[in-house]
């Protein structure tokens, strides 16, 4: 069964406008991390926010945050202001620690496409 | 402090001839785990190591190994290379709490072409 699931292959948004990716988890752990992950075309997977299960905020870091609506396992990640940089691949990700040690789990991405 | 570093960056290599990836984890990391990544299968886990042990491994066939050093570097080999084998292969470290929370760090990766 898929874990993770990213619904938007593709996504267009204008440059500083505000832009949401989807992503639905899986789980039957109480305990878990979920991650959000951007792949620019050089291939590095660059680490851009966490979520633990047991947070009751929702994640933020910088122009990035998380909507994590954990009753309808959903960890949505929100950009604010986007910029032609953040023009990337972006995939989210899950790790269940009981079962999988430090074992992330990807969804297959969203393709985002920043415009001038 | 340095990252996660990768070598070769690039490799070219000829179907039933066997390679050698390696990485360097950032310092003070003990976990490295390695990745595929190809657009049909996505992102796959191959195995993570931590303290020169494997502690868990992906689904993948036994020509997929790897080791770890006492100096927490390792290495992934792949034998008799097959064209399916070409890839991204991603290395990531973790700090050594073990935690569901700590963050995988990756490194540039290393594009294996097999032909």
């Known amino acids: 069964a898929q874990k993770i699931t990213q619904t938007q292959p593709g996504m267009f948004v204008q440059e500083k406008e505000a832009v949401t990716l989807d992503c639905t988890y899986d789980?039957?752990?109480?305990?878990?991390?979920l991650f959000w992950y951007k792949q620019p075309s050089s291939g590095e997977m660059i680490f851009l926010i966490y979520?633990?299960?047991?947070?009751?905020q929702n994640a933020t870091e910088g122009r990035y945050s998380l909507n994590f609506q954990k009753a309808r396992k959903s960890a949505n990640l929100v950009i604010s202001a986007s910029q032609l940089g953040d023009s990337a691949m972006y995939f989210c990700?899950?790790?269940?620690?009981?079962?999988?040690?430090?074992?992330?789990?990807f969804g297959t991405g969203t393709r985002l496409l920043v415009s001038p | 402090k340095a990252g996660v570093t990768q070598t070769p960056r690039y490799l070219i290599k000829t179907r039933g001839q066997q390679v050698t990836l390696s990485c360097s984890p950032i310092?003070?990391?003990?976990?490295v785990s390695w990745y595929q990544q190809t657009p049909g299968q996505g992102l796959q886990f191959l195995f993570e190591?931590?303290?020169?042990?494997?502690?868990n491994k992906g689904n993948f066939p036994g020509r997929f190994s790897g080791r770890q050093f006492s100096n927490s570097r390792s290495e992934m080999n792949v034998s008799t290379l097959e064209l399916g084998d070409s890839a991204l292969y991603l290395c990531?470290?973790?700090?050594?709490?073990?935690?569901?929370?700590?963050?995988?760090?990756f490194g540039p990766g290393t594009r294996l072409l097999v032909l």
């Open positions: 990531a470290s973790s700090p050594p709490s073990q935690g569901y929370q700590e963050t995988q760090y």
């Open positions: 789980t039957s752990d109480q305990s878990y991390g």
């Open positions: 979520q633990g299960s047991y947070d009751e």
């Open positions: 990700a899950m790790r269940e620690p009981l079962s999988s040690f430090q074992k992330l789990v």
């Open positions: 310092s003070g990391h003990r976990s």
């Open positions: 190591y931590f303290s020169e042990t494997q502690r």
